[in-house]
């Protein structure tokens, strides 16, 4: 089985993380994000993927390589897929697909069944079928109304509230028949969403919803990505290999806590939980809450770090805070006794120097 995972995107909202890494590479329990939609792929039986790349593309290249060790064959498309969107870079592969394939974006955690989903597909025989999920607020998302027989009947991506009709929203994920590349014209900016669904539509041919109740977060926000973290640690996102689980050890109770190798913890206070990538080295009498922290970051006593998301070679002085909804870039250098306020962006590469005050526009 072939599928296509769209990987080039510029991860704008979650800047400044996507400096240095795309976002498919960015450290969700400290492994790329891709590896869990790859894995769920490989696991029903999909053995050759296209990865659809642009943005820092030798980052992901690098990683998956040839896809030997994720027992997958693993293809990269070339050129500037940006320009194309999402629909006109795949028209590159059209020569390569053989069947009904998978296609999925790489910013999204979810437990789709994705078997009961390609055989939906089959069983309703239309050209296209777009996996729904169901959302407070559909007004970020793209919303389909469906007919009783789960056809599409209208399309509308980013509605505004009084537009949206239902909300049943577009995952990202769906299932093509290679008859889609007829509608998808050479080198010219094509977007699913915007393009091909409504293309779809407006010559009657049939595209389907397929509705499921399986977790499904679109990480691609500084909050949703913490959400998403908090709702592996309840058990709602299941994480095939990742077992998180209550405090141990000389960390104090109350929060989770999941590490990745060589990480240094003393007095350490956790509160809602923490994920620390590899190499992380905490001073005494650190509180952090609801955080998540890159490889190779140092925090050093008595700092604070709360509802944050801290890159990667991060040096957190003595006393620093960092308030709820801040990101701190790749190695940033926050002197002693700083305080980042809520919402900040600290973009990679700066330097706080000690007792400056970041406070928000
Ligand atoms: C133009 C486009 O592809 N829009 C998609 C896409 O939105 P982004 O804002 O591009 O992430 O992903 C959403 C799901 O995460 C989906 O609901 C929407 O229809």
Not at 7 to 29: D, E, H, N, Q, S
Not at 217 to 230: F, I, K, M
Not at 316 to 336: F, H, L, M
């Given at each position: 089985?072939?599928?296509?995972?769209?990987?080039?995107?510029?991860?704008?909202?979650?800047?400044?993380?996507?400096?240095?890494?795309?976002?498919?590479?960015?450290?969700?329990?400290?492994?790329?994000?891709?590896?869990?939609?790859?894995?769920?792929?490989?696991?029903?039986?999909?053995?050759?993927?296209?990865?659809?790349?642009?943005?820092l593309?030798?980052?992901?290249?690098e990683?998956?390589g040839?896809?030997?060790?994720?027992?997958?064959?693993?293809?990269?498309?070339?050129?500037d897929?940006?320009?194309?969107?999402?629909?006109?870079?795949?028209?590159?592969?059209?020569g390569?697909?053989?069947?009904?394939?998978?296609?999925?974006?790489?910013?999204?955690?979810?437990?789709?069944?994705?078997?009961?989903?390609?055989?939906?597909?089959?069983?309703?025989?239309?050209?296209a079928?777009?996996?729904?999920?169901?959302?407070?607020?559909?007004?970020?998302?793209?919303v389909?109304?469906?007919?009783?027989?789960?056809?599409?009947?209208?399309?509308?991506?980013?509605?505004?509230?009084?537009?949206?009709?239902?909300?049943?929203?577009?995952?990202?994920?769906?299932?093509?028949?290679?008859?889609?590349?007829?509608?998808?014209?050479?080198?010219?900016?094509?977007?699913?969403?915007?393009?091909?669904f409504?293309?779809?539509?407006?010559?009657?041919?049939?595209?389907?919803g397929y509705?499921?109740?399986?977790?499904?977060?679109?990480?691609?926000?500084?909050?949703?990505?913490?959400?998403?973290?908090?709702?592996?640690?309840?058990?709602?996102?299941?994480?095939?290999?990742?077992?998180?689980?209550?405090?141990?050890?000389?960390?104090?109770?109350?929060?989770?806590?999941?590490?990745?190798?060589k990480?240094?913890?003393?007095?350490?206070?956790?509160i809602?939980?923490?994920?620390?990538?590899?190499?992380?080295?905490?001073?005494?009498n650190?509180?952090?809450?609801?955080?998540?922290?890159?490889?190779?970051?140092?925090?050093?006593?008595?700092?604070?770090?709360?509802?944050?998301?801290?890159?990667?070679?991060?040096?957190i002085?003595?006393g620093?805070?960092?308030?709820p909804?801040?990101v701190i870039?790749?190695?940033?250098i926050i002197?002693?006794?700083?305080?980042?306020?809520?919402?900040?962006?600290?973009?990679?590469?700066?330097?706080?120097?000690r007792?400056?005050?970041?406070?928000?526009?």
């Amino acid at each position: 089985m072939q599928a296509v995972l769209l990987a080039g995107g510029k991860g704008t909202r979650l800047l400044p993380l996507t400096v240095y890494r795309p976002k498919p590479m960015i450290p969700f329990f400290n492994r790329p994000l891709m590896e869990y939609i790859l894995e769920a792929l490989v696991n029903i039986g999909v053995d050759e993927v296209f990865v659809l790349v642009g943005y820092l593309k030798e980052k992901i290249m690098e990683h998956f390589g040839d896809g030997e060790e994720f027992g997958v064959e693993i293809h990269y498309s070339n050129g500037d897929n940006l320009k194309l969107g999402t629909a006109g870079a795949i028209k590159k592969i059209e020569g390569k697909i053989e069947d009904s394939f998978l296609v999925a974006s790489t910013d999204i955690l979810t437990n789709i069944n994705f078997k009961d989903l390609y055989e939906f597909h089959k069983k309703k025989d239309g050209v296209a079928t777009m996996a729904l999920t169901r959302v407070e607020d559909p007004s970020h998302y793209g919303v389909a109304i469906l007919d009783t027989d789960l056809r599409i009947r209208s399309f509308k991506e980013k509605p505004r509230p009084e537009e949206a009709l239902s909300n049943l929203v577009n995952t990202g994920i769906y299932v093509l028949e290679p008859e889609v590349f007829d509608l998808i014209p050479e080198g010219k900016n094509f977007d699913f969403s915007l393009h091909l669904f409504p293309k779809i539509l407006e010559e009657g041919l049939p595209l389907y919803g397929y509705p499921f109740d399986e977790y499904w977060n679109d990480v691609g926000r500084p909050s949703t990505y913490l959400q998403a973290t908090e709702d592996a640690f309840a058990g709602k996102l299941k994480l095939p290999q990742i077992s998180v689980g209550p405090l141990k050890g000389n960390v104090e109770r109350g929060g989770s806590l999941y590490t990745g190798r060589k990480c240094v913890l003393r007095k350490t206070r956790i509160i809602g939980f923490a994920v620390l990538g590899d190499n992380v080295k905490i001073g005494k009498n650190v509180k952090i809450e609801r955080s998540v922290i890159f490889s190779n970051v140092v925090i050093e006593e008595g700092a604070e770090i709360r509802e944050a998301i801290i890159g990667e070679n991060v040096y957190i002085g003595k006393g620093v805070v960092v308030e709820p909804g801040s990101v701190i870039g790749d190695n940033a250098i926050i002197e002693d006794f700083s305080r980042i306020g809520a919402n900040v962006k600290i973009w990679a590469d700066s330097r706080i120097g000690r007792e400056s005050v970041i406070l928000p526009d």
